[in-house]
């Protein structure tokens, strides 16, 4: 009876919880006061595709940079797999808009870094490295330097570098918002078929509502946020029920898409008023 | 696709490297530097005192804060400030070597453009018209960055981080000076104590000591890995000061250690080197000025007393005197053993 209530309990442990996080912010000047976020409470479950989508300003990287442990909540708790965050740590990897590899090492050598700096045998650092290289589909390009690969090819090294340290959660702040149309599509597609073969656990933070409702699980509007008044907070949970890999022509893609619209519209403009 | 690595500059790489191991969970972002923010007023320094030591009556000075004063209030000119410095660098440096490159034009230039804004009542900072000299491991526009070495040339085309809060608040770019080979010893070898020409400068910001202690500008931005501001400061009695790790950006520096480089200033007085370092560091620490001539009173002071190398005799017996006046004055001393603070920064790279 203890037992199986113990087994429950640590299987219902969520990836992510944030329990009624704000976060104040001071101004430049130091003057006043900045409500970036408040009053947010969110469970991530293990092996979910979680997007936060919302305006430019409403405290979606706050969000995710309190997730990663760059930046302490002013109030409320932030912890994974039940731990509270106390900083940043590998259990949490991050992919950036820019990339941020080691432009020094190659794309092999990138990869391993992580495996290499937790003190993994060599020889578990080289299946490591094939592993994620062949995963992201980069295997011609293991001794190349990142500056000689183009911003996708780079993007998907960040992805296979972060995830070859194998973290409870990848972070993602707007990660494919610097690459052309075409290229963040397959990007998009990719991520999506890695995610799911490897059933990681996602905080992703968009402004697309197309890109959200294409990888979800579930979409979290947010709005607000100090330019408009109010600090940022939740406005909308929608989960996303569609089968992958999702027909963004579909007539129930786009029922989903139109309901975000309107969501984030209202809130948009409200703005404006 | 073009070959071959892209050639990464040395601060570059230092950027790259954090934010890399960010992306990994393993460093915390430094917080973002801010553009600097001038509130306070520039202690009254009528009647400086030449060896900075605090009067009766008032703050501590020094010629930098002087300078400073005197030109708010029209008593001298940025030019004549600077000229007097090249005056100094003409009489000594052939001597002592411790330019590296010198910007008389650029920099009588800059002078005069800050005597036409002071007399329209324009006033960029608190070091408006202030010469000062920057170590050449320090970026300065337009200029180029040898770290003391033949092995290394950049021109970098934008200016450090701490070069461009000192010039924003007003000051005047004298000179690049010399360093120990890449910033990496603390003899600056190549140059000579102002105090006995056979003896070194101290380093590895040694030009920044001989430049400061003979006039060639009146403070100079350096910088401090394993004491390379402390120890020139020290052998040449000037004052240096290492702050806090990180607060003063090393953005457009050649690194030396990545998690343990500081810009630091170094200056004749404690009060010049306080407001240089008010200018460097970000604008949200309280200034250390308006605490540079308060006594000791509330402070916190500590003494190592493991680990830290001993030193002998004479030194030894002063340090003790110096940690018992300090205990049996007004300041606080808890006497509790002092540790090595545990910092979150990665270990240095191997081999630097
Ligand atoms: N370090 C900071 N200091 C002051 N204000 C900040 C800081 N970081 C973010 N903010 C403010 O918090 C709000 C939310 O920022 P952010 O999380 O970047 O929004 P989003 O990613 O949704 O565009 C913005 O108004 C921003 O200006
Ligand atoms: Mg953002």
Redo the contacts with the bound molecule.
């Keep these: 009876m203890q037992t199986a209530a113990r087994a429950m309990s640590i299987t219902a442990t969520p990836a992510v919880s944030l329990d009624g996080v704000g976060k104040v ?4 000047d130091g003057e006043k006061k ?1 409500h ?1 976020l408040d009053g947010i409470d969110l469970t991530i479950a293990e092996q979910e595709f979680l997007c936060l989508l ?10 995710l ?1 309190m997730i990663a442990g760059f930046e302490t909540p002013t109030t409320g708790q932030v912890a994974v797999r039940g731990e509270p965050v106390r900083g940043p740590g590998p259990d949490r990897g991050v992919v950036f808009q820019d990339y941020g590899l080691f432009p020094w090492l190659t794309v092999a050598e990138n990869i391993g870094f992580g495996p290499r700096r937790r003190g993994l045998p060599g020889a578990d650092v080289d299946a490591a490295v094939q592993r994620f290289l062949s995963l992201v589909g980069l295997e011609r390009f293991a001794t190349t330097f990142p500056a000689q690969l183009s911003g996708g090819m780079q993007q998907r090294v960040a992805i296979a570098r972060v995830l070859a340290n194998d973290p409870a959660v990848l972070l993602m ?1 707007e990660p494919f918002g610097a690459l052309d149309s075409l290229t963040r599509e397959t990007m998009q597609h990719e991520l999506q078929q890695i995610c799911d073969e490897l059933r990681t656990t996602v905080v992703f ?1 968009t402004h697309s509502v197309e890109e959200a409702v294409y990888l979800a699980d579930r979409v979290v509007v ?1 709005g607000g ?3 408009v008044g109010t600090p ?1 907070h939740v406005e909308l949970v929608l989960p996303v029920a569609l089968e992958h890999p999702r027909d963004i022509t579909s007539p129930e893609f786009n029922e989903l898409k139109r309901e975000l619209l309107a969501v984030i519209h209202g809130t948009s403009t409200a703005a404006l008023r | 696709m073009t070959g071959g690595p892209r050639r990464i500059r040395g601060s570059q790489g230092r950027e790259a490297f954090t934010t890399a191991l960010v992306a990994l969970g393993d460093y915390l972002p430094q ?2 530097s801010r553009p600097p923010a001038f509130t306070y007023a520039l202690p009254d320094a009528a009647e400086p005192t030449r060896d900075g030591r605090r009067r009766a009556d008032g703050p501590l000075s020094g010629p930098l804060t002087a300078a400073a004063a005197d030109l708010r209030s029209g008593r001298i000119s940025s030019v004549e400030l600077v000229e007097q410095a090249l005056l100094a660098v003409e009489k000594f440096d052939g001597e002592l070597n411790a330019v590296a490159e010198l910007l008389a034009e650029s920099a009588r230039r800059d002078a005069s453009a800050c005597d036409v804004d002071a007399a329209a009542g324009r006033w960029r900072g608190p070091l408006h018209g202030i010469p000062l000299t920057v170590k050449d491991v320090i970026d300065v526009a337009g200029v180029p960055t040898r770290a003391g070495s033949e092995a290394y040339l950049d021109v970098p085309t934008v200016d450090a981080t701490a070069v461009a809060r000192a010039r924003s608040a007003g000051a005047v770019i004298l000179a690049k000076v010399t360093t120990h080979e890449f910033a990496l010893g603390v003899t600056s070898p190549q140059s000579r104590n102002p105090h006995d020409i056979l003896r070194i400068p101290g380093g590895s910001s040694g030009g920044s000591a001989i430049a400061v202690s003979t006039g060639m500008g009146l403070g100079s931005i350096g910088t401090d890995t394993r004491a390379s501001i402390r120890v020139p400061a020290a052998l040449s009695g000037t004052v240096g000061f290492k702050p806090t790790f990180g607060s003063v950006p090393t953005a457009g520096v050649v690194p030396l250690s990545w998690t343990m480089d500081h810009v630091a200033p170094m200056a004749s007085t404690v009060a010049d080197a306080a407001l240089l370092l008010d200018v460097l560091t970000a604008p949200d620490r309280p200034p250390v000025l308006d605490a540079a001539g308060a006594g000791v009173r509330g402070l916190r002071a500590a003494c190592p007393r493991r680990r830290s190398p001993a030193p002998s005799g004479r030194s030894r017996r002063r340090c003790t005197r110096h940690y018992a006046g300090l205990r049996s004055s007004d300041a606080s001393s808890p006497n509790a053993p002092v540790r090595p603070p545990r910092t979150s920064t990665p270990p240095t790279p191997p081999g630097w």
Excluded: H, I
Excluded at chain 1, 25 to 28: Q, V
Excluded at chain 1, 54 to 63: A, H, Q, V
């Design positions: 912010f001071r101004s430049a900045v970036a919302g305006g430019s300003g409403c405290g979606k990287s706050t969000l940079r702040d933070v947010m946020g100090p330019s940022g | 917080p973002p």
